[in-house]
């Protein structure tokens, strides 16, 4: 995602799909594509090289799901710290379980529709 505004959009009105340590929340675009925004906090993953490795895995799982997903922003959130060790094989386990029980939630939307519950425009916009 590209800016402040989409991040606040997808947080503003989503649907959610929870694992063991990600949070996915997914809203509808008008771009025609899905795109991927994550949360990756330093309370959870304190040092960098955890943090990107994480990053790392997401990214690459989404970009290899990517033709499977509808045209929604994602941003994933980590909400638990992945056991040592296991971050790549949990991190691609949870994100395929996540993003498939996000898109069960999401209402089939024809391309270029706009969602029927959006919610008042963002006031900087």
């Known amino acids: 995602m590209v800016d402040?505004?989409?991040?606040?959009?997808?947080?503003?009105a989503n649907q959610r799909a929870r694992t063991d340590y990600l949070?996915?929340?997914?809203r509808p675009n008008q771009v025609g594509y899905p795109r991927l925004g994550m949360v990756i906090g330093k309370r959870l993953l304190a040092r960098a090289v955890d943090r990107n490795r994480v990053k790392r895995c997401v990214r690459e799982n989404f970009r290899q799901a990517m033709s499977e997903l509808p045209a929604c922003d994602f941003v994933v959130r980590l909400?638990?710290?992945?056991?040592?060790?296991?971050?790549?094989?949990d991190l691609l386990r949870?994100?395929?379980?996540?993003?498939?029980r996000a898109m069960e939630k999401w209402p089939a939307l024809a391309p270029g529709e706009a969602p029927s519950a959006s919610p008042a425009p963002h006031p900087n916009s």
């Open 79 to 89: 909400i638990a710290r992945p056991a040592p060790g296991d971050e790549v094989r």
């Open 4 to 12: 402040k505004a989409d991040f606040d959009r997808v947080f503003a």
């Open 94 to 100: 949870t994100f395929a379980r996540a993003g498939h």
């Open 23 to 26: 949070m996915v929340m997914a």
